[in-house]
C-alpha cells in the first residue's frame, strides 16, 4: 500500500477503514521517514487546530444569492451568444444553396438596399462577423474553469492573508471603520415597525413569553399559540434568548431574540399574504429583489442601528423576515453563517 499525506491526515482523524489504519500504523513503526512526515502533518493540524477560532470567517448569507444570481445572468447570456451561432449557421447555409443555384445576381444585391440582410450577406463581412462570433463562443465553455481558478485563488489569498498577516487585517479593518459608507434608507412600514419592535425589546417593554436556546422548543410555543407558517432558523453566531408571539388585526407573527455579547438583536417573521404584503408599503422594485433571494440592507438609522430584511420561500409558504441591532452592517453581516 502506497501511503501519501491523504492517508496520514485521514489517520489522524480515524477516518480511514480498519484495514488502512492497520497498515499505516504498521508502516509507521517501521518506516523512520514516513513517521517524521506523520510527525509534521500532526505538528499542522494542531497548529491549525488551535487557530480555529482566529481563522474562522464566514461568507454573508446573501453571498449565495448573488452568486446565483450571476450565474442566472451568465446562463442567459450564454443563451443569446447559442441564438447568434445558430442563425449565423442557417445564414451561411442559405448562401451556399443560393450560390449553387446562381441566385445570387447583382441585381438581386442592389434591390436589397442597405437593409440588415444585404450586410449580413456580404461574403467578407459575414465571415468577419461569424469569426468574431465563434471565437467568443470557443472562450464561453471556459468561463466556469475560470470562474472557479479565480474563487479559488480569492479564498486561498484570503485565507494566506488571515494566516500570516492577521495585525495587517486589523488595521485595514480599523481603517475601513474610519471609511465613509453609503447609507440605504427604504422608506417602509415594515422597517420602521422592526424599528419600533426591536427598541421596545431593548427597553423591557416587550419582554420573552417563551424563554430557551432551542429552536425546536421555540418552534413548539409558536405552534401551540397559532403560527402555523413556515418559521425560518436563521444560522446566526448569536445565542438564541427565546420568543414572543404578537397579534394584530387578526394576523399572529412570531419574534425571536438573540444576544450577541452585550448587544441583542431582534428577528420579526410574518406570514406574507396580499394583506400583510399591502401593509409593508414596499415599492414593486423592493419586492422584485427579495423574490430574486437577495437580502437588503437599512443603515440610515439612528444610533448606527440596521435593519437587514429577505423574503425566504419554501415550497409556495413566502415568509417576510427582519433582523434588527445596534449594529453598523460591517459587524451585522458576518455574524450570518
Same mark, same amino acid.
Given at each position: 500500500m502506497q501511503i501519501h499525506n491523504e492517508h496520514l491526515s485521514a489517520f489522524l482523524d480515524e477516518q480511514l477503514p480498519h484495514e488502512e489504519h492497520v497498515a499505516v500504523e504498521s508502516r509507521l513503526r517501521d518506516d523512520a521517514a514516513l513517521a517524521a512526515e506523520y510527525h509534521a502533518v500532526k505538528a499542522v493540524k494542531t497548529l491549525l487546530g488551535k487557530r480555529a477560532l482566529a481563522?474562522?470567517?464566514?461568507?454573508?448569507? =446573501?453571498? $449565495? #444569492?448573488?452568486?446565483?444570481?450571476?450565474? *442566472?445572468? *451568465?446562463? #442567459?447570456?450564454?443563451?443569446?451568444?447559442? $441564438? +447568434? *451561432?445558430? *442563425?449565423? %449557421? $442557417?445564414?451561411?447555409?442559405?448562401? +451556399? =444553396? =443560393?450560390?449553387?443555384?446562381? %441566385? #445570387?445576381s447583382t441585381a438581386a444585391h442592389s434591390s436589397q438596399g442597405t437593409s440588415p440582410l444585404a450586410l449580413v450577406q456580404h461574403p467578407t463581412k459575414r465571415a468577419s462577423a461569424l469569426g468574431n462570433t465563434m471565437n467568443l463562443l470557443s472562450f464561453l465553455p471556459k468561463l466556469p474553469v475560470l470562474l472557479a481558478a479565480a474563487l479559488v485563488l480569492m479564498v486561498a489569498g484570503w485565507f494566506g492573508m488571515r494566516l500570516l498577516l492577521p495585525h495587517a487585517e486589523q488595521n485595514n479593518r480599523q481603517d475601513s471603520a474610519q471609511a465613509p459608507q453609503q447609507e440605504t434608507s427604504y422608506k417602509a412600514v415594515f422597517i420602521k415597525e422592526s424599528l419600533r419592535n426591536y427598541h421596545a425589546v431593548c427597553e423591557g417593554k416587550i419582554t420573552l413569553q417563551y424563554k430557551t436556546n432551542s429552536y425546536e422548543e421555540l418552534d413548539k410555543f409558536f405552534h401551540t399559540h397559532g403560527i402555523h407558517y413556515n418559521i425560518v432558523h436563521p444560522k446566526i453566531n448569536a445565542e438564541l434568548l427565546g420568543g414572543v408571539v404578537s397579534e394584530e388585526n387578526g394576523k399572529k407573527s412570531a419574534h425571536l431574540v438573540f444576544k450577541r455579547g452585550d448587544t441583542l438583536l431582534y428577528m420579526w417573521e410574518i406570514d406574507l399574504d396580499e394583506t400583510s404584503i399591502r401593509h409593508t408599503s414596499f415599492q414593486e422594485d423592493v419586492w422584485n429583489l427579495l423574490r430574486k433571494g437577495e437580502w437588503l440592507w437599512d443603515t440610515a438609522t439612528e444610533d448606527s442601528t440596521t435593519v437587514v430584511f429577505w423574503e425566504d420561500d419554501k415550497q409556495g409558504n413566502r415568509t417576510l423576515c427582519s433582523v434588527v441591532a445596534t449594529l453598523p452592517r460591517k459587524e451585522l453581516q458576518p455574524l450570518f453563517q
Open positions: 481563522l474562522r470567517g464566514t461568507a454573508p448569507a =446573501d453571498a $449565495r #444569492h448573488l452568486v446565483l444570481l450571476n450565474i *442566472e445572468q *451568465e446562463w #442567459h447570456r450564454s443563451k443569446t451568444l447559442d $441564438r +447568434i *451561432e445558430q *442563425e449565423s %449557421k $442557417r445564414q451561411e447555409a442559405g448562401k +451556399i =444553396d =443560393d450560390t449553387a443555384f446562381g %441566385k #445570387h
